[in-house]
C-alpha cells in the first residue's frame, strides 16, 4: 500500500460499524451484558502485531517488521520534504513555498504517532498476574492498558465494516477486526485491531489457550 493511501486512510472522514452476532448464543451471562459493537474506529492495513509464547509464564503481543518500518519511513520523507521546501524557500526568497512544509510536518507528525502506537508490546504474565504494556509497567497500573489476568473473563473477536469518505474518491468501505479482553462486569479492553482476519483468529487462539478462556468468535456468523 502506498504511502498516499496510508495518509487517506488516517485522514479520512470515519464511521464504522461491528458485523451481526447473537450474544445470546454463548450461553454466558456475561456475553448478554457486553458490548458487540466495534471498541475501536479504525485499524491498521496490515497485521501490526503478532502473539507469541516466549515462555511458559508469558504471552507477547509483539510488534512485526512492517510497522517498525513505515512508521520511520514516514519520519524521513516528512523530514525530507520540510528540509527540502523550506531550503528551496530561502533560496528563491519565495515565502509561499513554506506552506509545502506543511505536509512534510503532517507526515513527520503522523509516523511519531504511529511509531510510539505500533512499537508497543502487549504483556500477558501468570508469575505477575496482570497485563500490561512494555510502556513502564509501573506507570499504566490503574490506566486502560493494565489489568489483572484473574479479572479476564474471555476473549472477544469482532468483525467490523469501515466506512471513509475522501475528497474526490466518495465514499469506501473496508472489513477490519478487532481482539478485545472482556472483564467479568462485561467492560472491555481493545489488544489489536488490523484487518488480516487469518492472523488475528490465530492469535485470539493463542490467547484463550494460555489465558484458559473461552474465545468469543463473532467472526463465524
Known amino acids: 500500500m502506498s504511502l498516499l493511501r496510508q495518509f487517506k486512510d488516517m485522514l479520512g472522514r470515519q464511521d464504522h460499524h461491528a ?11 456475561v456475553a448478554t451484558i457486553t458490548q458487540w459493537s466495534a471498541l475501536v ?7 501490526s502485531h503478532k502473539a ?5 509464564t508469558r504471552v507477547k503481543f509483539r510488534p512485526r517488521m512492517i510497522p517498525l518500518i513505515l512508521a520511520p519511513l514516514l519520519m524521513l520523507v516528512g523530514t525530507v520534504v520540510i528540509l527540502g521546501f523550506s531550503f528551496s524557500a530561502l533560496t528563491h526568497g519565495d515565502g509561499t513555498l513554506l506552506i509545502g512544509t506543511v505536509v512534510g510536518i503532517i507526515a513527520l507528525v503522523m509516523g511519531t504517532k504511529l511509531l510510539h502506537q ?10 505477575s498476574g496482570d497485563y500490561h504494556t512494555s510502556r513502564n509497567q509501573q506507570s ?4 486502560k492498558q493494565h489489568c489483572q489476568l484473574a479479572d479476564i473473563h474471555a476473549i472477544q473477536l469482532l468483525q467490523k465494516y469501515i466506512y471513509k469518505t475522501y475528497a474526490g474518491e466518495g465514499r469506501q468501505v473496508t472489513c477490519g477486526y478487532e481482539l478485545n479482553l ?4 462485561g467492560s472491555r479492553i481493545n489488544i489489536v485491531s488490523h484487518r488480516e482476519h487469518d492472523f488475528i483468529q490465530s492469535d485470539g ?16 456468523v
Open 41 to 47: 474506529p479504525d485499524n491498521a492495513s496490515f497485521c
Open 19 to 29: 458485523s451481526v452476532f447473537e450474544p445470546a448464543s454463548l450461553d454466558d451471562l
Open 140 to 143: 499504566v497500573i490503574g490506566s
Open 118 to 127: 505500533w512499537s508497543i508490546v502487549h504483556i500477558f504474565d501468570l508469575q
Open 205 to 220: 487462539q493463542i490467547l484463550s489457550e494460555f489465558l484458559n478462556v473461552p474465545l468469543w468468535d463473532a467472526t463465524r
Open 182 to 185: 472482556v472483564f467479568k462486569d
Open 52 to 56: 507469541k509464547c516466549v515462555s511458559a
